[in-house]
C-alpha cells in the first residue's frame, strides 16, 4: 500500500519503503488517470528537477499520473555529491526503479494503470534496463538529454516504444543517443530538437519535449485503458 503523507503545491509526498532503503517521492493522480509515469532523474539532480517537475505537470493535464522520486537515499547522495560515482551505477539506480515500480503498483487506485518512464541523463539508461527487466508492465520509454548507451547490452532486451529527445546543440549525445537507436530492437524513435543545449532551457525548448513527451505516452500508455 502507498503511503501518503502529507500534500504539496502540486503533489502527494510519498515514502517508498524498499527490501533496504526508504527512498523520497511525489506522487500526482489525476482524476481518471489512464495511465502512469515514473521519473528516474539523472546526474546530480533530484525530485525536485524542475524540468522534470514541467513535464510532470504536463502529463498530469493529459489525465497521466506521475511519480518523481530520489533514486538514492539522503545519505547516498552526500556521498554521491563527493564521488559522484553513485548516479552512474545504473545497475543500482535501475533495481531502484524496478522495485519503486512494483511497490506503486501494490496501491489498488494504481494497479490498473499502464507504466511508463521518463529518464533525464544516467536516469535513461536506468529505465531502459528497468523496462528490459518489466517487459509486461513497462510500456513507454521517453529519454530526455538521457545516455540511452550506458543500458549497454540490456538495449536489445527492451520490448517497448522508446522515444529518444536530444538537443541540437548537444553533439556527443546525440551521437551516444545514435549509437544506442541502432541497438535498441524495439519501436523506437530519435527527436533532435534544433537550437537546444543539453538541459533545453532556451526558450520554447522544454515545452517541446514536453510536446513530444505527452505524445509518445498518451500513445502508448493510454491506448488499452
Same mark, same amino acid.
Given at each position: 500500500?502507498?503511503?501518503?503523507?502529507?500534500?504539496?503545491?502540486?503533489?502527494?509526498?510519498?515514502?517508498?519503503?524498499?527490501?533496504?532503503?526508504?527512498?523520497?517521492?511525489?506522487?500526482?493522480?489525476?482524476?481518471?488517470?489512464?495511465?502512469?509515469?515514473?521519473?528516474?532523474?539523472?546526474?546530480?539532480?533530484?525530485?525536485?528537477?524542475?524540468? *522534470?517537475?514541467? =513535464?510532470?505537470?504536463?502529463?498530469?493535464?493529459? +489525465?497521466? /499520473? $506521475?511519480? %518523481?522520486?530520489?533514486?538514492?537515499? &539522503?545519505?547516498?547522495?552526500?556521498?554521491?555529491?563527493?564521488?559522484?560515482?553513485?548516479?552512474?551505477?545504473?545497475?543500482?539506480?535501475?533495481?531502484?526503479?524496478?522495485?519503486?515500480?512494483?511497490?506503486?503498483?501494490?496501491?489498488?487506485?494504481?494497479? *490498473?494503470?499502464? =507504466?511508463?518512464?521518463?529518464?533525464?541523463?544516467? +536516469?535513461? /539508461? $536506468?529505465? %531502459?534496463?528497468?523496462?528490459?527487466? &518489466?517487459?509486461?508492465?513497462?510500456?513507454?520509454?521517453?529519454?530526455?538529454?538521457?545516455?540511452?548507451?550506458?543500458?549497454?547490452?540490456?538495449?536489445?532486451?527492451?520490448?517497448?516504444?522508446?522515444?529518444?529527445?536530444?538537443?541540437?546543440?548537444?553533439?556527443?549525445?546525440?551521437?551516444?543517443?545514435?549509437?544506442?537507436?541502432?541497438?535498441?530492437?524495439?519501436?523506437?524513435?530519435?527527436?533532435?530538437?534544433?537550437?537546444?543545449?543539453?538541459?533545453?532551457?532556451?526558450?520554447?525548448?522544454?515545452?517541446?519535449?514536453?510536446?513530444?513527451?505527452?505524445?509518445?505516452?498518451?500513445?502508448?500508455?493510454?491506448?488499452?485503458?
Amino acid at each position: 500500500m502507498v503511503l501518503l503523507t502529507k500534500n504539496e503545491k502540486d503533489s502527494t509526498f510519498v515514502e517508498i519503503q524498499l527490501d533496504l532503503v526508504k527512498l523520497e517521492g511525489n506522487l500526482s493522480i489525476p482524476k481518471n488517470s489512464i495511465g502512469i509515469v515514473l521519473f528516474a532523474h539523472g546526474s546530480g539532480s533530484s525530485r525536485t528537477s524542475p524540468r *522534470n517537475r514541467f =513535464v510532470a505537470r504536463e502529463l498530469n493535464q493529459k +489525465g497521466i /499520473a $506521475a511519480l %518523481l522520486f530520489d533514486l538514492l537515499t &539522503r545519505e547516498e547522495e552526500e556521498v554521491d555529491m563527493q564521488t559522484a560515482h553513485l548516479r552512474f551505477d545504473i545497475s543500482l539506480l535501475s533495481q531502484r526503479l524496478v522495485e519503486t515500480t512494483d511497490w506503486l503498483l501494490k496501491n489498488s487506485k494504481i494497479s *490498473n494503470l499502464n =507504466v511508463g518512464y521518463f529518464g533525464a541523463s544516467t +536516469g535513461a /539508461a $536506468a529505465a %531502459l534496463v528497468a523496462a528490459a527487466e &518489466r517487459p509486461d508492465i513497462v510500456k513507454a520509454v521517453v529519454s530526455r538529454g538521457g545516455r540511452p548507451d550506458l543500458a549497454g547490452p540490456h538495449l536489445s532486451s527492451v520490448k517497448c516504444p522508446t522515444l529518444l529527445l536530444v538537443g541540437g546543440y548537444d553533439d556527443v549525445v546525440i551521437e551516444l543517443n545514435k549509437q544506442a537507436m541502432d541497438k535498441l530492437k524495439s519501436e523506437k524513435k530519435l527527436i533532435i530538437i534544433q537550437e537546444a543545449t543539453h538541459l533545453f532551457e532556451e526558450p520554447g525548448k522544454l515545452e517541446q519535449v514536453a510536446k513530444h513527451a505527452t505524445d509518445w505516452f498518451m500513445r502508448y500508455i493510454g491506448e488499452s485503458n
